[in-house]
């Protein structure tokens, strides 16, 4: 299958920087055709960047939404308002969502299942702690999360989401101990999660999810990684924040 290579800018960048990186990665990347690529911005640049990707291959998605529709929900964005802007994809269930704002699969399933019902294909995260992995409970928590967060889900809905494995030990806000992921464990994981799809699903839909590395994804590791068997893409972080060396985890993936 097509390789998807996402980058999530997470907090950085203002509409015009945001833009601007845009305009870099089209001039690049525009006309990819060996690989899907996404770009995640932040909320307040989704238009501006949209307007600035017409004519081009490069799609759009957002970092997070609300489940409900409409609502006295502050400060919150909804799957109609990221359809309005052009948004094909949306990250959920990210670590920093999950740690900081208390994000729990409960809640994340409400958000994967919303923007199913809205035509929004959802790259869903999961991925253990270094207290996780240091006690044995990797596969544990994969299963659980997967479980949770793809409960209701159908199997004809589950072709239209990504599954992204984001090992919180292998960046460097969660890896207290400098701890790196190496291409074999990041190869186990994503064999784990197939077959965790695979009990939920079935095999055709098992084999046919890509799921995405989100450890620290760089030029310097992309390939290797990347050809690695199952792992279909990538969520880029820091990485993406620069056109051209987002560009050369592109690369990596042809």
Request: proline content about 3%; hydrophobic content about 35%; glycine content about 8%.
């Amino acid at each position: 299958m097509k390789k998807l290579i996402a980058a999530n800018w997470k907090m950085n960048k203002t509409a015009a920087e945001a833009v601007s990186t845009a305009d870099e990665l089209k001039k690049l990347a525009g006309k990819e055709k060996n690989a899907d690529v996404v770009i995640c911005p932040s909320f307040t640049s989704l238009q501006s960047v949209a307007k600035e990707l017409e004519g081009s291959n490069i799609k759009l998605g957002a970092q997070n939404m609300h489940f409900e529709d409409s609502g006295a929900y502050t400060g919150d964005i909804s799957p109609l308002m990221l359809k309005d802007t052009g948004c094909e994809y949306v990250i959920l269930g990210h670590s920093e969502r999950r740690e900081f704002f208390g994000e729990a699969d409960l809640l994340i399933n409400k958000k994967v299942l919303s923007a199913l019902k809205h035509g929004i294909m959802p790259i869903l995260c999961v991925g253990e702690t270094w207290e996780h992995r240091e006690s044995g409970k990797t596969n544990e928590v994969l299963d659980k999360q997967l479980r949770n967060c793809l409960a209701d889900v159908s199997t004809p809905q589950m072709h239209h989401v990504t599954i992204a494995y984001e090992p919180v030990w292998a960046i460097s806000r969660g890896n207290p101990n400098q701890k790196s992921a190496t291409p074999k464990d990041a190869e186990d994981a994503h064999a784990f999660i197939r077959g965790v799809l695979e009990e939920i699903f079935d095999k055709k839909t098992a084999s046919s999810t890509r799921i995405l590395y989100g450890g620290s994804m760089k030029p310097e590791n992309a390939k290797e990684l990347l050809s690695k068997k199952g792992i279909d893409g990538g969520l880029v972080g820091n990485a993406s924040l620069n056109a051209k060396s987002f560009y050369e985890i592109i690369k990596a993936a042809e």
